[in-house]
């Protein structure tokens, strides 16, 4: 097990104090908010309000008259729009609130979801063909298609105007189309880089109904795209903050007919949280992407009849179930493959390649191998003379940067700076595993490869109550760019500890000045054997609250722990 760097931040004391009577927040919840790098007042001020007035002007992206016009267009000349969406989360619900509104402004629409396993991420010319014999006019592309350089031209010579919606990185070169509309694009001024593809799509629905209060848009819509959001691990600040706030507040009585029946058979009642999306909700749509056809999770979410809605419902529980098995599977696999191959112990970028292994679940199980090495980690999925792969990175690595230098030896790829897709014939996977190595000599220092756990305060026990945990509560969401606030308390004595579920979870009960605290530690069974009952301890956590029944009592979410190196003689 890797050991942790616990980093505490420092505050300026004044600032802070001033800070929290300014805005009638705890001490704490101001620290948080210092941290956060929030310190002026109108900062704070429309961090707190997370209101719809952060929601940027449209018009300002790149591309997006021309899109409108041409939408527009289409309309008035009865013409056909298929889009043609990503597998994941974020291209689902894109291609569910596009398709709802299109439909709604009468247009004839269809989408198009590539099958994973048969024709792999993005657009392919077999797919345009397809579209294009079904009578299609114009394509719009949902998180996805910023990178398809030939495919756009190809979409060209037969006749279909093409329409980028994306917010992947950019290649040198955009794609010759009529609209490309992507926030990371050079030439785009829209002062908000980092929203999801729903996000985009959302700005795009924006723009078509700019007369609209953007309450009634936010009404519509608002759930699937905090959905889609959060699930794409997108940064919860600027506008994303907004979208996820508004989506949260009508999650549980979405008008949605699918979302409420997932939301039925997945989270037994419990309160919807960034948390319950990321890791309850999410994966289950996901499912149909790695394991089938995404088709069933769009399906689900255009349906207008409940009975339908709860079976499809069922089926991505299902699906979602067979996902777990195979991903654990692979995850052994994996491990076993390290173990066997020392030389690639000493790399930075573990690359792994496997027979057999599922091409659409190597992202999950790549995001686990670097969460257990703390390395950048790319799998592959051999079929034949081909392998397709799937990358995650640590904080400070640019693995689209990577994959730039090592194109030579790739078909295909695209992605982000911590998550990425690529297409390699099976020959060179191992020129690819030393040429990105090579690159990553200089650019990952020792101390990157160390993970870290970023402490807001190292707080007292008398202050871990509920009425705190609500204060600090004010700064949800939470998510990447405002994480769940880390605390720390030192030389606190283990009263009980145990594991459960079959020891894959730690669960212990903490004794300090006169205060008992319950703790679980999620994915850290491994820490029982190294811990006995009457150690002194000093944690770092999070700071939840558990409602068992109606009664409610503070838990803290531990994040790592590490026996107390001096402790007080009493």
């Not at 979410?301 to 067979?322: G, I, Q, V, W, Y």
């Amino acid at each position: 097990m890797l050991k942790k760097k616990w980093i505490l931040k420092e505050f300026d004391k004044a600032r802070v104090v001033e800070i929290s009577k300014n805005f009638n927040i705890s001490p704490l919840t101001a620290i948080i908010l210092y941290n956060r790098g929030i310190r002026e007042d109108g900062q704070i001020k429309d961090f707190l309000a997370r209101d719809l007035s952060g929601m940027h002007d449209p018009f300002l992206m790149k591309d997006m008259d021309k899109a409108v016009e041409r939408i527009l267009l289409a309309k008035k000349n009865n013409e056909k729009i298929t889009i043609y969406g990503d597998y994941d989360v974020d291209g689902i619900t894109s291609i569910a609130i596009l398709y709802k509104y299109l439909k709604n402004m009468g247009l004839e629409v269809g989408f198009y979801v590539p099958d994973r396993m048969v024709e792999g991420y993005g657009v392919n010319r077999d797919a345009l063909d397809k579209i294009k014999a079904d009578g299609t006019a114009v394509i719009i592309t949902v998180d996805t298609g910023i990178t398809a350089i030939e495919e756009a031209d190809y979409a060209k010579s037969i006749g279909i105007d093409f329409i980028i919606t994306d917010h992947h990185e950019c290649k040198e070169s955009i794609p010759d189309v009529y609209a490309a509309i992507d926030p990371k694009r050079k030439d785009c001024e829209y002062p908000f880089k980092s929203l999801a593809g729903v996000g985009v799509v959302f700005k795009l629905i924006q723009a078509l109904d700019s007369s609209e209060p953007i309450e009634n848009l936010m009404d519509e819509y608002a759930d699937l795209m905090c959905l889609g959001t959060v699930a794409d691990i997108s940064p919860l600040i600027d506008e994303n903050r907004v979208i996820v706030t508004e989506g949260l507040k009508r999650f549980k009585t979405t008008k949605n007919i699918g979302l409420k029946a997932l939301i039925d058979v997945s989270t037994n009642g419990k309160a919807i949280t960034t948390s319950t999306i990321g890791y309850t909700i999410a994966p289950r749509i996901n499912a149909s992407g790695r394991l089938g056809c995404a088709s069933t999770s769009v399906e689900l979410f255009l349906t207008e009849d409940e009975e339908e809605a709860a079976k499809l419902a069922d089926s991505l529980c299902h699906e979602n179930t067979l996902r777990q098995q195979t991903e654990q599977k692979m995850f052994k696999e994996a491990l076993e493959y390290i173990e066997q191959h020392p030389e690639i112990k000493d790399d930075d970028i573990l690359v792994i390649p496997h027979e057999n292994w599922h091409h659409g679940i190597v992202g999950i199980v790549s995001s686990k191998i670097t969460e257990k090495y703390y390395k950048p980690s790319i799998l592959f999925a051999v079929d034949g003379d081909s392998a397709k792969g799937s990358g995650r990175s640590i904080a400070g690595f640019n693995l689209f940067g990577a994959l730039e230098n090592c194109s030579g030896l790739l078909e295909k790829f695209g992605g982000h700076e911590l998550a990425a897709g690529l297409t390699i014939k099976a020959e060179n996977i191992e020129a690819f595993r030393k040429k990105i190595n090579e690159y990553a000599k200089g650019r990952i220092e020792d101390m990157t490869l160390v993970p870290t756990i970023s402490l807001d305060a190292q707080i007292k026990v008398p202050y871990i109550t509920i009425d705190t945990v609500h204060d600090i509560n004010k700064l949800q969401p939470f998510g990447v760019n405002n994480p769940t606030p880390s605390f720390s308390v030192r030389n606190i004595k283990i009263h009980r500890i145990s594991v459960m579920s079959e020891g894959k979870h730690l669960r212990m009960t903490l004794y300090k000045d006169g205060k008992y605290l319950d703790t679980v530690g999620f994915g850290m069974g491994d820490y029982y054997s190294m811990f006995r009952e009457g150690d002194y301890i000093d944690v770092a956590f999070a700071l939840d609250i558990n409602d068992y029944k109606g009664f409610q009592n503070v838990q803290l979410i531990l994040k790592d722990m590490r026996k107390t190196e001096f402790k007080d003689a009493r």
